[in-house]
């Protein structure tokens, strides 16, 4: 991003110097060659779909600038083409929270908060390391996203120095005392469902006998202590009550170690055993005392990052072009 703003237009001035040098090397035309010229121009104006030559100099329009930040610590810009870019960690992001961004950086700066370029290049050399990537394979991550390498850098400094101050302004005030914790575990019971550990075997239809007949056979196997046919069952999963579909629910009757009636399908009889279960149960302060805290901090994060954008607004003057 730009550190000075110019207007609220970047241009291009292509073509300016070699106008001006066509037009000095062209030959003196005459009294009398100029006023036929003359008399043309008047008699046919040029509108706005003609296209015309004589213009010296074209300017193309090739980026706006959407907003300026600017406080005692500098100016920053926010152009269409950064409003059009994903943040690194691939979210989009309105132009207010890219305002909200660019004052937390500049406050950032003020107290002396910046990743260095060792820290940097440290980062991204563990990024390589732990993805198993090469520096151009790291680069073309950036390209995808919108960013040369360089400006990958230098977005994730900013990144850093943002987490740091964020952390340093809101979450460092975000403690929530235990006892309140505990109020509201209390208060705000929450159970685990019951749970079956399952085995299942598919025996395929036999068509040397009727489907009656072989339903017998397999249900006088199961029953019986000698088993002339081994059962190869799959490996055994958990699913708990809620996920049991409605022709299932005969699984949370059956008993530890038992095995359900075959139950005829389009390809054969399908058989299901028990071979655990977990009954129902409240959880534990200590399994939901991250979820409860983070419940109970939400409110108070709000409020505090309400009162730190109104700081940074009062110290700073935002314009939306």
């Known amino acids: ?8 237009y970047i241009t291009l001035l292509t073509g300016c110097i070699h106008a001006a040098q066509t037009q000095a090397t062209k030959p003196a035309l005459t009294q009398a060659q100029t006023a036929p010229a003359k008399q043309t121009a ?9 296209n015309t030559t004589s213009t010296a100099c074209d300017i193309y329009t090739i980026d706006t600038i959407l907003a300026t930040v600017m406080n005692e610590e500098g100016t920053e810009i926010i152009t269409l083409s950064d409003s059009q870019r994903p943040s690194l960690s691939g979210a989009t992001r309105s132009l207010d929270d890219m305002v909200f961004e660019l004052l937390v950086f500049l406050d950032a700066k003020k107290h002396k908060i910046a990743p260095d370029d060792d820290a940097v290049e440290k980062y991204l050399e563990n990024v390589q390391k732990s993805n198993n990537l090469t520096r151009d394979q790291l680069e073309e991550i950036f390209t995808q ?3 040369t390498l360089e400006q990958g850098r230098t977005e994730f400094k900013k990144m850093q120095a943002n987490n740091i ?4 302004e809101i979450k460092s005030k975000l403690v929530v005392p ?4 505990e109020k509201y575990f209390e208060e705000n019971p ?29 249900t006088e196997q199961l029953n019986s202590s000698c088993i002339t046919t081994p059962i190869l069952w799959e490996q055994p999963f958990w699913v708990i009550k809620s996920e049991l579909a409605q022709e299932k629910s005969f699984i949370s009757t059956l008993a530890i170690g038992s095995v359900a009636t075959p139950q005829e399908t389009e390809s054969g009889f399908e058989i299901f055993r028990l071979k655990d279960k977990h009954p129902e149960r409240l959880k534990t302060i200590e399994e939901r005392y991250t979820d409860i805290a983070n419940i109970l ?25």
Request: hydrophobic share 35%; no cysteine.
């Open 1 to 8: 991003m730009k550190k000075t703003v110019f207007g609220l």
């Open 42 to 50: 008047q008699a046919a104006p040029v509108t706005p779909t003609q």
């Open 145 to 147: 996203s919108g960013y």
């Open 165 to 168: 101050m964020i952390e340093h």
């Open 178 to 181: 235990r006892r309140k914790i």
């Open 190 to 218: 929450e159970t685990v469902e019951e749970e079956y550990e399952l085995q299942r075997t598919l025996i395929p239809f036999d068509p040397q006998v009727s489907k009656k007949d072989q339903l017998t056979q397999i």
């Open 297 to 321: 901090r939400r409110p108070r994060y709000m409020q505090l990052v309400d009162e730190y954008k109104a700081k940074l607004f009062a110290t700073s003057s935002v314009q939306y072009l």
